[in-house]
């Protein structure tokens, strides 16, 4: 039964999140704050459509920005609008979605898999019998760590380690 880990959704639109406040002049953590206000209103609605953007699944999202589900649907459903008739909206959009991609793009990614299962397992030890694959992905190659119940969430921690300066998502997979 394949799972998709919420984890790293939820660690990635947090980035999103921290790097979202930090442009705008916001406290770390306001954008989960209940407040119509348009200086966090704004900031919030552009870093969950900029999450939508790159995959992050709506429940983490709502998750992080202390909102209902219902609502990123909206914020994602009305982004092109907002776009070609906000102005602040735009501008805000460009700015913020620029720097993300730029720290997203110096992050290296692996060119092969071999590679990739060597460098983790200098940090994580496979166990045998397994009961959980955890499927990494960086770039266009990929490769799985199998651990037990009982190792699985030092595993995973471990692997998060090893490749937090790598362009990487993570995947469980419970066969």
Request: proline share 3%.
């Amino acid at each position: 039964m394949p799972y998709r880990s919420k984890i790293t959704d939820k660690e990635k639109f947090e980035h999103i999140c921290n790097l979202t406040t930090s442009l705008v002049g916001l406290r770390k953590g306001s954008l989960g704050i209940k407040s119509r206000k348009q200086k966090i209103q704004l900031p919030r609605l552009i870093a969950a459509n900029i999450g939508r953007l790159n995959d992050i699944h709506h429940r983490a999202i709502a998750d992080v920005l202390n909102r209902d589900r219902s609502l990123i649907y909206h914020y994602e459903n009305t982004h092109s609008t907002n776009y070609t008739s906000w102005k602040e909206y735009r501008k805000l959009f460009n700015l913020i979605y620029k720097a993300y991609e730029e720290i997203e793009d110096v992050k290296p990614a692996f060119l092969d898999g071999e590679g990739m299962k060597r460098h983790l397992l200098e940090f994580v030890e496979e166990s045998k019998p397994y009961q959980v694959e955890i499927l990494i992905n960086s770039g266009v190659v990929g490769c799985k760590i199998r651990t037990s119940f009982i190792k699985f969430s030092h595993t995973l921690k471990n692997i998060k380690f090893s490749l937090a300066n790598y362009n990487h998502s993570i995947e469980i997979n419970l066969p």
